[in-house]
């Protein structure tokens, strides 16, 4: 049955005791951690988010030792006792508070629990299905308390930097006109509108660029986006950004403000990083890494060898290299000692992403061999790997024919052969601004243009011209900001020019009559007197995710939802009553 809490009130947490503290009176509340039952002496472990403290049942103090033998774990319990030093031989250095431990005067049952569906007191590896369900229980235990915790480390940082260098937080509307980031909108229906609908925002683009029309100036929100995207393993439909925007911005002006940002945050671990950070067209990190968010960690970038083929002997890279493609390879250090069936592994592995690669290496002992045609003869092949820097022990694996698939195909195979090597060492931290990407991609499908970051990013200065002329060859002043292969912000300078955001609409095929409808608004308040401007937004998750050491980002998200976009514990999304439906006029009223 459980005691009232009465007046019991928290002298210390779990995670306080000393040796400085002992014969001290103290009140601890928690919840039971570890019961150890030794025939005469009863030991209890409580805890509460702070950490463990040892308690001790005196055992001839009979009545609290029988209310004692009731104790299971997870019970919720008050603890009033006096600090004791632990003799030498039980202290326990794996914990803060192993010095001492607290003799019981008295023990308050404040409330039963239920055996749970998987222990608390230890990291035992749960399915996640159980860990979703049980979230509060899985909270309790260490990892998740802990990420917890450094969340709201990193979330307070990130607060008190932007209030240092003149941000206001604004908030801006969850009940809102769709914003185009390229996802689907979660709708809600209007009950006093019929037929109207809201929805949820996929960022405050509009708004905060709104706020800077209205001189805030510098904006920053902690905000939630919501994205109805189709299924994707680290994806939420609902996710946190840092969401930050200023007036008179170049992107250095933002690279300034977010740089000193992230030595802040990186400090809550610890870790001292180094500003400035590193630069790199996207066009040269999708050549040299096959990616837009490279993984700087484990060097080996891509190289061109075209030139190499372009006269050579080997006809079919000639034809390809003549062609307009060329030849890109990759060399991989230290594998002398891979075998030919797991060089045959990479093949396989390269045919499996649709891709096709040769390969040649220098085994330890300075021999070569590869699978290039053996007519070609071996001083072609030590040529070509004298070029490409492959020293003994090393491979290099070639691919050919369009460069920007050339490279993807290399990029994924360095990136997996870097995860099987560890050579991504979870303790270097590489930033990386990815910058000067395309305005515009081409949607094959819809034979359209569409925004590769959104539509009111910015062309750069030089750029402006080729909208008329080649809009696809028009560059953005659009940037990312990259942590060891993982983009955690973007954003951009805007267009602040009405005519221009017009014309952007324009060549995006949305129509006057569409524009007017989805952004007359916007584009009215461009009209007066709009400051240039730009931003930026963080992935708050997958920052802290990093920060965490944790590889997915719903281990630092409090209630997350399943890649399948099901909340586990509320069992939502879920149907709603007829009548609701009404309401809302999604059914015909009867
Ligand atoms: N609104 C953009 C996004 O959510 C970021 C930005 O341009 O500031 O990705």
Redesign the pocket.
Known sequence: MAEPLGELTRTHTCGALRPGDVGANVVLLGWVHRVRDLGGLLFIDVRDRAGVTQIVFDKDDEAQMAKAKRLRSEFVVGIEGVVRRRSDDTINAKLDTGEVEVVVRKLTLLNEAKTPPFPIADDTPVSEDVRLKYRYLDLRRTRLASNMILRHKVTSVIRRYFDSQGFLEVETPILAKS?P?GARDYLVPSRVHPGEFFALP????LF?QILMVAGIDRYVQICK?FRDEDLRADRQPEFT?V???MSFARPESIFDVIEPLMHDVFAVIGKTITTPFPRMPYAEAMAKYGSDKPDLRCGMPIQDLGDFFRDGSFKTFKEIVGGGGTVRALGVPNVGGYSRSQVDGIVAQAEALGGRILWARRLDDGSVTYSFPKGLGEELIRQMLDLAGVANGGLLLVAAGNGETASKLLGQLRLSIAKKENLLDPEKFEFLWVVDFPLLEWDEEEKRYGAM??P??SPMDDDVALLDTDPGKARAKAYDLVLNGSEIG???TRIHDAAVQARMFDLLNISAEEQKLRFGFFLEALEYGTPPHG???LGLDRLCAILANESSIREVIAFPKTAAAVDQMTSAPSTVSPRQLRELHLLPRS
Do not use: L
């Not at 996929?202 to 683009?205: L, M, V």
């Open positions: 914003t980031e996929q960022s405050p683009q905060k986006c950004q969401d930050v925007e970051h959104h009111f990013t973007g954003g951009s931003g930026i937004a």
